[in-house]
């Protein structure tokens, strides 16, 4: 409690005040206690006049017992009135709180009238009565005061003092032992006054506790409500994806198993090639739902973590290309990205996921016409907008559309899809914290953007896109590459290392860390790729890159790996991020692998530029 709140609450304590509701509840109870104890004053005030002994007429304790009778009275009828009333303001607490304080003094000034003047004049046994009778009425008080000290101190102190200076110089043999017993009961009251206050006081922070407690549990309850709330929804949200999955990618697997028994059979070369043009249509829709899975679950699990950093847009766009243009070429559309020397401030995977995406779904919805990549600067951003000529969305279904397992007029459309790659992109968005806005009109197609921040690249950076842009527009970017290939499925293996091939790399294959070791012992390698899971008895794939890239004399720590995996796993891709290794999760199309393998190509050479050469011997 600061200096002021105690100053405040001794300032109300001076004028018989405490607090707003302690005074309520002081108040409540003290004339309460009017409502029993001053008619029980009363009868025992006329019985004791009763029982003493004949008083000449007119004396003082005829006139004593008059007032005192007509004090407790209107006392009786003080506290009738306060039990009837509710919701006092502070002005009306204070007029009550004084008016308490004047009862006490005037009870007070009566109980000292009747030691210094009546009680002298009675014989022993109406003295001891009296006293009796009076201190009794007098302790009964302790509770009623103990949050008063000011009532306690015009009414308590003067009694006992004045029972006790009346009683010390009696002409009997316990006046004296009689007038130090009532200074003890004196004493007595004002400890047990004061520990009834220390009660009270202790009740009133158990029961604000126990207020702070119930409000707080019932927080508590509405907040397992929600959660229970959600939890349905992320169940039935459970539900519904289980049956999407059952059907679209039930779907595409069974075309696909029809597809490739008619391609065993098919003796025609151009049927054959028609054939195995529908096989990886197919494949590719199949691997774009099982990747957008793969988003959902990181995204659900809380895997997915933010590294932003100075990305050039081009770059994006590079690998936009790579995935989509043979896929809206096949499909007649017009398909076009701008050129860009843009640098932006985003996290380069994230920022891909968003794009692609957004590109995937623009490609899908539309029949014929185009499907365009802008880029324009406004200020300290940029836009990037994916635009198409597709049948556009009605307005009010344009925040439906970012919903989970959303797809408007799939039947009609004729795609396949789970519904779910607008509602990444926008838990994306969100992550990075950029705009995305959607603009379309029916008929006329759809505008989907996201306003990026413009930032400003260093030197190695520079160099490194240079490289990587450099190695892309080559025709023969990946010829002569030595690459290790680790799977310990043979078809996987063999169907990797066949893909690579075609691409122009030579090939060395091993299914574990014990024939991996056995190439890099015999031949120089430029980049290893490997899965995983190589079997529950061998090291997993991570291992298998640490230990070659701790090869003495013949690979760096720096040797270009990459991880491919279907395992979704926070520990997994800080422990990749941390040694060094492009993680890819399952599956991985063949132009996503060959832009990943032109990536790290480029940052290896442009960090084989920057090292000092070391000093001669």
């Known amino acids: ?176 032992p009689v007038a130090i017993l009532v200074m003890v009961f004196f004493i007595l009251y004002l400890f047990y006054a004061r520990n009834h206050r220390d009660f009270v006081a202790q009740a009133m922070d158990l029961a604000r506790r126990n207020g702070e407690l119930a409000r707080g549990n019932g927080e508590l309850a509405r907040e397992l409500r929600v959660k229970n709330d959600e939890l349905q929804e992320v169940a039935t949200a459970r539900s519904r994806l289980l049956a999407t999955v059952s059907h679209d990618l039930r779907q595409p697997a069974h075309a696909i198993g029809l597809l490739c028994e008619r391609a065993l059979t098919e003796a025609n070369p151009a049927s054959l090639k028609e054939s195995l043009g529908d096989l990886n249509e197919l494949s590719q829709s199949l691997s774009a739902s099982l990747s957008t899975l793969m988003d959902l679950t990181r995204l659900d699990a809380g895997l997915v973590t933010v590294n932003t950093a100075a990305t050039p847009l081009s770059q994006v766009l590079l690998r936009l290309d790579a995935e989509f243009s043979a896929s809206a070429r096949h499909k007649g559309l017009e398909f076009l990205l701008p050129h860009s020397t843009h640098w932006v401030y985003s996290d380069p995977d994230l920022l891909h996921g968003i794009l692609a995406n957004l590109v995937s779904n623009a490609i899908k919805y539309t029949r014929q016409g185009r499907v365009h990549v802008l880029v324009s600067e406004s200020g300290e951003f940029v836009t990037v907008s994916v635009r198409d000529s597709g049948d556009g969305i009605h307005k009010d279904k344009l925040e439906l559309i970012f919903k989970e397992f959303v797809r408007l007029d799939a039947s009609e459309s004729g795609t396949e899809g789970l519904g779910l790659g607008l509602s990444i992109v926008r838990r994306y968005a969100s992550l990075l914290q950029h705009e995305l ?176 050469e070391p000093p001669a011997p």
Request: hydrophobic letters at 50%; glycine letters at 4%; proline letters at 5%.
């Open 437 to 612: 806005t959607v603009e379309s009109e029916p008929k006329r197609g759809s505008c989907f953007s996201i306003t990026l921040p413009l930032t400003t690249a260093d030197r190695q950076q520079s160099e490194t896109h240079a490289n990587a842009r450099n190695l892309a527009m080559k025709d023969d970017r990946l010829l002569g590459l030595r690459v290790l290939v680790v799977d310990n499925v043979d078809m996987l293996l063999s169907n990797m290392s066949k893909t690579l091939s075609t691409w122009g790399c030579h090939v060395h294959s091993a299914h574990n860390i014990t024939e991996a070791l056995q190439v890099a012992e015999h031949h120089r390698l430029d980049m290893v790729i490997s899965d995983f899971h190589l079997g529950d008895r061998e090291p997993d794939g991570l291992a298998l890159i640490t230990a070659m890239r701790s090869l003495s004399g013949r690979q760096t720590q720096t040797l270009p790996a990459i991880l491919m995996t279907g395992d979704v796993s926070s520990q997994l891709e800080n422990d990749a991020l941390k040694r060094k290794v492009r993680l890819l999760h399952k599956p991985v199309r063949p132009a996503l692998l060959q832009n990943c393998m032109l990536q790290l190509l480029a940052q290896a050479q442009a960090q084989t530029q920057v090292e000092p």
């Open 1 to 176: 409690m600061t200096w002021l709140a105690r100053w405040r609450r001794w300032l109300l304590r001076l004028e018989g005040m405490e607090p707003a509701d302690v005074e309520t509840e002081y108040l409540r109870s003290l004339f309460r206690n009017y409502l029993s104890n001053s008619p029980l004053a009363i009868f025992t005030t006329v019985f004791l006049y009763n029982a003493a002994p004949m008083l000449p007429a007119g004396n003082a304790a005829f006139v004593w017992v008059v007032c005192n009778v007509l004090f407790h009275s209107l006392r009786t009828l003080a506290g009738i009135a306060y039990m009837r009333l509710v919701d006092l303001n502070l002005q009306e607490l204070r007029l009550w709180g004084f008016l308490s304080v004047f009862l006490q003094m005037v009870d007070g000034l009566l109980m000292v009238t009747l030691a210094l003047v009546i009680y002298p004049t009675l014989d022993p046994l109406g003295q001891s009565a009296l006293l009796m009778a009076s201190l009794i009425i007098v302790g009964a008080t302790a509770s009623s005061f103990a949050w008063r000290w000011w009532s306690m101190a015009v009414y308590v102190p003067p009694t006992y003092f004045a029972f006790a200076w009346a009683t010390w110089p009696l002409e009997h043999a316990y006046a004296k």
